[in-house]
T-cell receptor, first 114, second 112 residues
Framework: QQPVQSPQAVILREGEDAVINCSSS?????VHWYRQKHGEAPVFLMI?????EQKGHEKISASFNEKKQQSSLYLTASQLSYSGTYFC???????????????FGTGTRLQVTL | DSGVTQTPKHLITATGQRVTLRCSPR?????VYWYQQSLDQGLQFLIQ???????AKGNILERFSAQQFPDLHSELNLSSLELGDSALYFC???????????FGEGSRLTVL
């Protein structure tokens, strides 16, 4: 079952913060985040494993709440280069961590303006 | 550049026809994945191969088939094409253990 992402779309001014949420109805083993710019391939951002781990990549970080089966992606002091569609991909708890088990959400379209 | 190469980049064909999409994974990656992305949709997993063997199947239609060759390149065959098959088809590869997918630039299929 496909994870649900919210919001579906968001427009930010440069320098503002944003949070993108990903929720699943199933117990999760891991959550993956990808960003896809218009007309390009998705690019890996980070993987979070069960255990409530929080990871960061410069001004982009994420958390994973295993109990709530949710993950959130935090974009701080957004830059124009952050524009794109963000996808979460989830792996169910009984899987062994292979990417073939990833189920992607429908994406959150983020636009950063001047 | 992800290191994953897909050809052709664009393809226009008619209903009922058959096409083959080709993918060369990153050097050293044994796993190849195929995804379908329709307009404004997420990424739908089709099939995975690992070192020549089918590893997992997703929502792949019976009209579609794939294989991975000894040199690890993969082909996705789409037959009896329908208008609804128009989409962007991505190939991705991964190495062992990390779970990170490296996507190619995709093949955009238009069925008229």
């Amino acid at each position: 079952q496909q994870p649900v992402q919210s919001p579906q779309a968001v427009i930010l001014r440069e320098g503002e913060d944003a949070v993108i949420n990903c929720s699943s109805s199933k117990a999760l083993y891991s959550v993956h985040w990808y960003r896809q710019k218009h007309g390009e391939a998705p690019v890996f951002l980070m993987i979070l494993l069960k255990g409530g781990e929080q990871k960061g990549h410069e001004k982009i970080s994420a958390s994973f709440n295993e109990k709530k089966q949710q993950s959130s992606l935090y974009l701080t002091a957004s830059q124009l280069s952050y524009s794109g569609t963000y996808f979460c991909g989830t792996e169910d708890a009984w899987d062994t961590g292979t990417a073939s088990k990833l189920t992607f959400g429908t994406g959150t379209r983020l636009q950063v303006t001047l | 550049d992800s290191g994953v190469t897909q050809t052709p980049k664009h393809l226009i064909t008619a209903t009922g026809q058959r096409v083959t999409l080709r993918c060369s994974p990153r050097s050293g990656d044994l796993s190849v994945y195929w995804y379908q992305q329709s307009l404004d949709q997420g990424l739908q997993f089709l099939i995975q191969y690992y070192n020549g063997e089918e590893r997992a199947k997703g929502n792949i239609l019976e009209r579609f088939s794939a294989q991975q060759f000894p040199d690890l390149h993969s082909e996705l065959n789409l037959s009896s094409l329908e208008l609804g098959d128009s989409a962007l088809y991505f190939c991705a590869s991964s190495g062992s253990g990390t779970g990170e997918l490296f996507f190619g630039e995709g093949s955009r299929l238009t069925v008229l």
